[in-house]
């Protein structure tokens, strides 16, 4: 069996997918005449296997060893909501071959084979929080670690304790001062870099990721709110004022 460990872009759950079928793409150099009996093998071979043509790859008329990588057409199916995805891979030849011969129950073996979405190429891709780059760099991988921990159903505390970190490192990164993370929050709001309900909003974050790092403490709901709120916070912290010195600088270069 072929199998794909995903995060379907339909149900953004993380599960397996089972493949349907497998083709390669793309051009291929022209083979001479001279190498028609290797082809003519080749089918032969298919053929004993008591299979179709059809069913594997036909290098009649191209040159192309076994080792050569080749571009793959996949049909995947997603055990969680059974909806079909697309999805691309590359690989040698051979296997090609041989996953295809597995893919369709060619011969004696009976092979599992699994792929990692590192190898695959997905279409439609799955969802994710499209990342600012005026946020420090720490936090534009985590916003995204957050939302998949949401989108897959994660223990919630997980994703809590991670928002307290994202905080922690925006204090850091603003200038805060202080010993602690508390502190840091309170010298944001008297220099004025963020707001009364944003201080308090940070606050909550602070204090029930504390509990959710050490006691794994933290409900869904109290999850989702709080990367609502981060959202919200970069975008007034980070973002804005770097949109604007952007369009700032366009205009002056159109002047």
């Not at 069996?1 to 150099?29: Q, W, Y």
């Not at 055990?79 to 999805?87: N, R, S």
């Not at 030849?93 to 996953?99: A, D, Y």
């Not at 928002?163 to 010298?187: E, P, Q, Y």
Request: hydrophobic share 40%.
């Amino acid at each position: 069996m072929l199998t794909a460990s995903i995060v379907c872009p339909h149900c953004n759950k993380s599960d397996l997918a089972t493949f349907s079928e497998l083709h390669e793409f793309g051009d291929r150099p022209f083979l001479p005449a001279d190498d028609a009996k290797s082809v003519m093998e080749f089918e032969r071979s298919v053929r004993r296997a008591n299979t179709s043509t059809d069913i594997l790859p036909k290098p009649s008329r191209h040159r192309l060893g076994a080792d050569d990588p080749v571009s793959v057409a996949a049909l995947l199916i997603c055990q969680a909501c059974f909806l079909p995805i697309l999805a691309t891979v590359e690989m040698s030849r051979i296997e090609l071959i041989n996953h295809q011969k597995e893919l369709h129950k060619i011969g004696t073996g009976r092979a599992n084979t699994r792929f990692t979405m590192d190898e695959l190429r997905l279409f439609p891709q799955p969802n994710s929080l499209p990342v600012h780059s005026s946020w420090p760099e720490r936090v534009q991988r985590l916003m995204p670690d957050i939302e998949r921990m949401l989108q897959q159903s994660f223990d919630p505390s997980i994703a809590v304790a991670t928002c307290r970190t994202v905080i922690d490192l925006c204090t850091k990164d603003l200038g805060g001062t202080g010993k602690n993370i508390a502190d840091r929050i309170d010298s944001l709001l008297v220099k004025g870099v963020i707001t009364k309900p944003i201080a308090d909003w940070a606050h909550h974050i602070r204090s029930l990721g504390a509990n959710a790092t050490h006691d794994a403490d933290g409900g869904e709901d109290e999850a989702r709110a709080f990367a609502t709120f981060l959202r919200f916070f970069l975008r007034a912290a980070y973002e804005l004022g770097a949109d604007v010195k952007s369009a700032l600088t366009s205009s002056e270069h159109k002047a």
